[in-house]
Structures are given as structure tokens and as C-alpha cells.
């Protein structure tokens, strides 16, 4: 008995695995393909110059018109008795470390005036570093015990430390006055920390707990009496540098 053509070519038509035929798997669909000639370049460039060079003129000219004004006081704020021995002076207790600087602004500052520090070779993009914190306990004074993260900095002679871990741990403690031909000048510290930092993720029941209270001192102490969330700018990490800005 003669094979039947037709039934086998059903039976490749059904085990192959051919797409069935479109404009689309086939990339065939409709496409608009131009041909970038000398004068459609040239042409597209002066129009790009066009719009952006004054923007950028204009950015340039606000940027001029910045005042900025930079003071370094690490050194010249150290006693010469001391020399190189810049950590023992400011371990110690009895060692006066009010330093006066005289700063002279050569043009008029606009208000508001900003004011931040700046700490160089003071990298907090460290992994240990930023991994030590525990946002748990930040949040809640439920997760108090929740340190698990926060070493080397979880635990004290006196119990858990709240808040825990090398963030807040080496959270810097100078501080600033402003005076003005012997005027003070009061520096605002609102508004410095995001909304929803203090209303979510800080909470209000965390009170500083043996907070600095080991031999090492890694920099300001904290006052108990005031929850967490008040100084949340001063334990949040910085990745380029660690600077915070006072609105005046």
C-alpha cells in the first residue's frame, strides 16, 4: 500500500517547531531608518547648542554668585605644647578646647546662610561601618535587646546601648557659635532631617541609654532625657563626607 504524502507533511507540520509566520518575529515591521548626512548632524547640533548654552551660561552666572567661605581649624586650633600629639589633646578632660577663629567675608551673604562641616579621610561607606547600627532599635524602644548588628558597639558595663553601633558611636561633638560685631547669632536648627525620617523611622519612646560610657570615647555624648529622634541628623551616615548643614 502507498505511503500518504498528505499525512506525513501533517505530521512535520505539527513536530516542527518554525514560528508560525509575522511582520513581527520576523522583523519586518514598518521602521523609520534616516540617513544621517553632514547637514542633518550639523544641523542637529546648533539646535542642541542653541537651547543649552544659554541654560548653561545662566547656571554658570548663579553658581558665580555663590558665596562660599572655608575655614580648617584642626590644626591651628591645637596648643603648640602639644605638637603631633593632636589625640591626647583632645582625650584629655582638663585641656580647654574653645577655639576662636576670626573669619572675614570679603562679599555680602544673602540669607538664608548655611553653615556645615566637613570631615576629610573620614570614610562612612565602609561596610562594617555602615553595616553597625541596628534600625530596629531606632524605631521602637520594643527592640531595645536588638543589637545583633551593632558590633563592636552593642554592649556596655552597665547593659545595652541605645543607641548602638560605630554610626552613633562616632558622632562628631564640635560645636559652633556665630557673632557679628559682637552680636551672637542664633543658628536655626529645624528642618535639618527628613519628615518622614522623624515620624517613621525614629521612634519617640527611644531614650539614649550607657551611651558613651565605655573607656573609649568616640565622640559626643548624648542627653537622656530627650528621645532619639531629636538628634537623628547627627546618627544618620554620610556617604561622600559627613556633613549637615544649620539653616540660619
Same mark, same amino acid.
Given at each position: 500500500m502507498s505511503p500518504n504524502p498528505k499525512g506525513n507533511d501533517d505530521a512535520?507540520?505539527?513536530?516542527? /517547531?518554525?514560528?508560525?509566520? @509575522?511582520?513581527?518575529?520576523?522583523?519586518? =515591521?514598518? +521602521?523609520c531608518k534616516p540617513i544621517l548626512t553632514p547637514g542633518w548632524v550639523i544641523s542637529t547640533f546648533i539646535v542642541i547648542?542653541?537651547?543649552? #548654552?544659554?541654560?548653561? &551660561?545662566?547656571s554658570l552666572?548663579?553658581?558665580?554668585?555663590?558665596?562660599? #567661605?572655608?575655614?580648617?581649624?584642626? +590644626?591651628?586650633?591645637?596648643?603648640? @605644647?602639644?605638637g603631633e600629639k593632636k589625640l591626647e589633646f583632645i582625650r584629655r578632660a582638663d585641656t580647654n578646647k574653645t577655639c576662636v577663629r576670626v573669619i572675614n567675608v570679603i562679599k555680602p551673604m544673602k540669607s538664608p546662610v548655611f553653615v556645615y562641616y566637613e &570631615?576629610?579621610?573620614?570614610?562612612?561607606?565602609?561596610?562594617?561601618?555602615?553595616?553597625?547600627?541596628?534600625?530596629?532599635?531606632?524605631?521602637? /524602644? +520594643?527592640?531595645?535587646?536588638?543589637?545583633?548588628?551593632?558590633?563592636?558597639?552593642?554592649?556596655?558595663?552597665?547593659?545595652?546601648?541605645?543607641?548602638?553601633? =560605630?554610626?552613633?558611636w562616632s558622632m562628631f561633638n564640635d560645636t559652633y557659635g556665630f557673632s557679628v560685631n559682637n552680636k551672637?547669632?542664633?543658628?536655626n536648627k529645624r528642618d535639618i532631617a527628613w519628615k518622614s525620617d522623624k515620624m517613621s523611622k525614629f521612634g519617640s519612646d527611644v531614650y539614649p541609654k550607657n551611651f558613651q560610657s565605655g573607656g573609649l570615647i568616640g565622640g559626643a555624648k548624648l542627653n537622656?532625657?530627650?528621645?532619639?529622634? !531629636?538628634?537623628?541628623?547627627? !546618627? &544618620?551616615?554620610?556617604? =561622600?563626607?559627613?556633613?549637615?548643614?544649620f539653616p540660619s
Open positions: 512535520i507540520r505539527r513536530s516542527s /517547531k518554525k514560528p508560525k509566520y @509575522s511582520k513581527f518575529t520576523q522583523q519586518e =515591521l514598518p +521602521a547648542g542653541v537651547v543649552f #548654552i544659554p541654560i548653561g &551660561l545662566t552666572f548663579a553658581s558665580q554668585r555663590v558665596v562660599e #567661605i572655608v575655614d580648617r581649624y584642626d +590644626a591651628d586650633c591645637i596648643p603648640q @605644647s602639644f &570631615l576629610d579621610n573620614f570614610y562612612q561607606n565602609h561596610r562594617r561601618y555602615v553595616k553597625s547600627r541596628s534600625d530596629k532599635q531606632l524605631r521602637s /524602644k +520594643a527592640f531595645e535587646k536588638h543589637t545583633d548588628k551593632c558590633e563592636p558597639e552593642e554592649q556596655s558595663g552597665n547593659g545595652t546601648i541605645v543607641p548602638c553601633g =560605630l554610626i552613633a551672637m547669632v542664633v543658628v537622656e532625657s530627650k528621645p532619639v529622634s !531629636v538628634v537623628i541628623v547627627y !546618627v &544618620l551616615p554620610f556617604f =561622600l563626607h559627613s556633613v549637615t548643614p
